[in-house]
C-alpha cells in the first residue's frame, strides 16, 4: 500500500510542477474552447427576440446558466491525452517507458488531473466574470455541485480512456487525431454543447441516453443551473460507470494489440 | 510581377509534390474537414429546429447557412493557404533558418507567405463553396450581389492575412505563436453565425474590436442585397489598413531579427 501511494505522489507532484510551468498556455487553452460560449450567447439573443422572451422555456439568464456550466464542466473534461500518445508512438520515445514497471497510462492520468488543479483558479475567476456579465444565477445546494463534481470526474475518466484508445490508433495510422475530431464532434453534440439535450428531436434524445455522453456534460450543467435532480445524478452515475468499465477493457485490448505491432523507429 | 507569379507557381509545384508522398493522410483530411462541416451545421440546425423560429437575429434557414457556407470556405482558406505558412514562420525564428529566406533576392513576406500549400484541406473550400451555392440558389441574387460579395469576401481575406501575420510576426519577439492562433480561432469561432444574432454588445465587439463581422455576415449581406452602404465600404477600409500596418510590423520585425546563434 505505501509503495502505491509513493508512486501516485510522485507522479502527481512530478506532473504537477511540470503543469505549473505552462500556467499561462493553461488559461489560453481555456480560452480557445469557445463553441459553448458563442452558442449561449446566440441562444440568449433568441431568447432575448422571442415574442415570450423565452425559447422552449429558457430565458436568457437560463441559457445563461446552462451553458456556463456546459463550459466549467466542459473545462474539467479536456484531455489532449491523444495527441502525446500520437507524438510518442511516430517519435519512438514511448520506448522507454516501456522499461518501466508501471502502465504509461498513469503517467498521462496524472499529469490531467495535476492540469485541472492549475487550471481551477483562474477558471473560477473567469465563470464568475462570465455570470456576473450574463446575468447567470446558479443552484444554491451544495449538495447539486458535489454531485456535479463527481460526474465530471466520472466523465473525464471515460473521455481519458476513449481518447487513449483513439490515440493509440497511432500505431496503426498516421491520421488518429482525425479520428479524435469526428469523436468530438458526437460528443460535443450529444453532451449538450449546441444546446440542451431536451432541444433535439425524440429520436436522436433517445439514442443519446444510451450514450455516455449526455450526464458528463449536460447532466452536471443542469445540476449547477439547478434544473436536475440527485436522482437524476445518480442514474448518470450509472449509466457513466457502466461505460466506463467498457472503456477500460477496450483500452486494454487496444493497448496489448497496438503493442504487438509497434516496432520502435528505426526497428 | 511575372517573376512573382513564376516563383509561386513553383512554389505550389514543389508543396504539392511533397505532399502526395503522403497520400494516406488524405482520409484523415476528409474526416477533419466532415468534423469541420458537422460542427457549423450542427449549431445553426438546432437554432432553427425549435418550433416557432423562423429566422435567427433576423436572417432565414437560407441566408444564415450563406454565413456557414462563408465560414467554411474561410476555414478553408485557412487550413489551406494561410496557416501552413504562418505556423513555419515561428519555428524559422527559432531555429534560424529564417535567413535562408531573408537571404533571397524576393521579398521575404512574400516568401513566408506563399511556400507552403495544404492541398489536403481543398476539402473545405469546396464545402464552403458548395454551401453557399446551395444557399445562394434558394435566394435571389443579382449580378450586382455576387460580384460586391466577392470583393467583401477578397477584403475579409486580406484581413485574416494580415491578422494571422500579425499574430506570427510576434515570434521575433516571443518565439512561440501558437497559442496566439488558438486565441484566434477561439474568437473566429462567432464567425459561424450571422452577427446580429448575438446580443447587442457582443454584437460591437465583433464588428469593431475585432473584425469577425466583416469576414463572413458582410459577404454574405452583399449576396442578399441587404448591406448597407457603411459596412461595404468599412471593409475595403479594414483590409487596406490592415495590410499596410502588418507590413510595416513585419518591416520592423525583421529589422530586429539576429538570427539564431547570437
Known amino acids: 500500500m505505501t509503495a502505491l501511494w509513493r508512486k501516485v505522489r510522485v507522479l502527481f507532484s512530478t506532473r504537477f510542477a511540470e503543469m505549473v510551468e505552462y500556467r499561462a498556455e493553461v488559461v ?46 466542459g473545462q474539467l473534461l479536456v484531455v489532449w491525452v491523444a495527441w502525446e500518445l500520437d507524438m510518442e508512438v511516430r517519435q519512438g520515445t514511448l520506448s522507454p517507458k516501456l522499461l518501466r514497471p508501471l502502465d504509461p497510462m498513469w503517467e498521462h492520468y496524472a499529469a490531467h488531473v495535476a492540469e485541472r488543479v492549475v487550471r481551477l483558479p483562474a477558471m473560477l475567476g473567469l465563470v464568475a466574470l462570465f455570470a456576473w456579465l450574463a446575468g447567470a444565477s446558479f443552484s444554491t445546494d451544495p449538495l447539486n455541485y458535489l454531485a456535479a463534481f463527481g460526474l465530471a470526474m466520472l466523465g473525464f475518466s471515460a473521455r481519458f480512456l476513449w481518447e487513449y484508445c483513439l490515440g493509440l490508433l497511432a500505431f496503426w495510422t498516421e491520421s488518429s487525431s482525425s479520428f479524435g475530431e469526428v469523436v468530438w464532434l458526437v460528443y460535443a453534440a450529444l453532451g449538450g454543447m449546441f444546446a440542451p439535450l ?4 425524440q429520436w436522436v434524445q433517445n439514442i ?30 450509472l449509466v457513466l460507470g457502466a461505460w466506463l468499465i467498457v472503456f477500460w477493457f477496450v483500452r486494454l485490448a487496444v493497448w496489448r494489440l497496438g503493442l504487438r505491432k509497434y516496432g520502435a523507429v528505426g526497428a | 510581377m511575372t517573376r512573382y507569379l513564376r516563383l509561386m507557381r513553383l512554389f505550389t509545384g514543389a508543396t504539392l509534390s511533397a505532399q502526395l508522398e503522403y497520400r494516406a493522410n488524405f482520409l484523415g483530411a476528409i474526416l477533419a474537414s466532415l468534423g469541420e462541416v458537422g460542427v457549423a451545421l450542427l449549431g445553426i440546425g438546432v437554432l432553427f429546429g425549435q418550433p416557432g423560429t423562423e429566422t435567427v437575429g433576423g436572417w432565414t434557414f437560407r441566408e444564415a447557412l450563406l454565413v456557414t457556407g462563408f465560414f467554411m470556405l474561410t476555414e478553408g482558406v485557412i487550413s489551406v493557404f494561410i496557416q501552413p505558412n504562418m505556423s513555419k514562420i515561428a519555428e524559422a525564428v527559432r531555429t534560424g533558418s529564417m535567413d535562408f529566406t531573408l537571404l533571397k533576392p524576393l521579398d521575404a513576406q512574400f516568401g513566408v507567405s506563399t511556400r507552403h500549400l495544404n492541398v489536403l484541406r481543398v476539402g473545405d473550400l469546396l464545402i464552403g463553396l458548395g454551401l453557399i451555392a446551395y444557399a445562394a440558389s434558394g435566394l435571389t441574387v443579382t449580378g450586382g450581389g455576387l460580384a460586391g460579395a466577392a470583393v467583401l469576401y477578397l477584403s475579409a481575406v486580406v484581413i485574416v492575412y494580415c491578422i494571422w501575420l500579425a499574430l506570427s510576426t510576434t515570434a521575433f519577439w516571443f518565439v512561440k505563436t501558437q497559442n496566439a492562433s488558438e486565441l484566434f480561432n477561439g474568437v473566429f469561432g462567432a464567425a459561424r453565425f450571422p452577427v446580429t444574432a448575438f446580443p447587442v454588445p457582443v454584437r460591437a465587439l465583433l464588428t469593431f474590436v475585432v473584425p469577425v463581422a466583416l469576414i463572413t455576415t458582410v459577404p454574405a449581406q452583399a449576396l442578399t442585397g441587404t448591406l448597407t452602404p457603411a459596412l461595404a465600404l468599412a471593409s475595403p477600409l479594414v483590409a487596406g489598413a490592415a495590410f499596410v500596418l502588418t507590413r510595416l510590423f513585419w518591416l520592423r520585425a525583421v529589422a530586429s531579427y539576429t538570427s539564431a546563434s547570437s
Open chain 1, 28 to 73: 489560453i487553452w481555456m480560452l480557445s474552447g469557445t463553441l459553448s460560449l458563442v452558442m449561449m450567447l446566440v441562444w440568449m439573443g433568441q431568447a432575448a427576440s422571442a415574442p415570450d422572451g423565452r425559447i422552449n422555456g429558457y430565458t436568457p439568464a437560463e441559457f445563461a446558466s446552462y451553458f456556463l456550466g456546459v463550459w466549467v464542466t
Open chain 1, 198 to 201: 431536451a432541444f433535439y428531436p
Open chain 1, 208 to 237: 443519446a441516453v444510451w450514450t455516455p455522453f449526455p450526464y458528463m456534460l449536460g447532466l452536471p450543467a443542469q445540476l449547477l443551473a439547478g434544473k436536475a435532480s440527485l436522482a437524476d445524478a445518480g442514474r448518470g452515475a
